[in-house]
């Protein structure tokens, strides 16, 4: 699995410092849904992709997942429970 570069994750950290809540957890959650829920095993099988795509498919997504716990880092560092923040609740 490619691992992200301690430049990489510098330049992620500083392109979104700046970001809002609302547009960070919005950034969370499609990587999570886009990313992730895409290289399912099972349905991409089902569906007669070939193995080399699959393969692919699973090593974006284990990259992508790196990207989604910088994020939950963030949102962590601002008290922010994603899964919580659209009912108006933040961690205490």
């Excluded at 849904?33 to 095993?41: G, K, L, S």
Aim: aromatic share 10%; charged share 30%; net charge positive.
């Amino acid at each position: 699995m490619k691992k992200l570069t301690e430049n990489e994750i510098k330049k992620f950290y500083s392109d979104n410092r700046s970001l809002s809540d609302d547009k960070l957890v919005k950034a969370y959650f499609n990587i999570l849904i886009h990313d992730v829920a895409t290289a399912c095993t099972t349905v991409l099988k089902e569906a007669g992709c070939s193995e080399s795509t699959i393969i692919k498919r699973q090593e974006n997504a284990e990259y992508a997942i790196q990207y989604a716990r910088l994020i939950d880092n963030m949102l962590f560092e601002r008290g922010i429970d994603p899964y919580k923040f659209y009912s108006g609740k933040k961690v205490e």
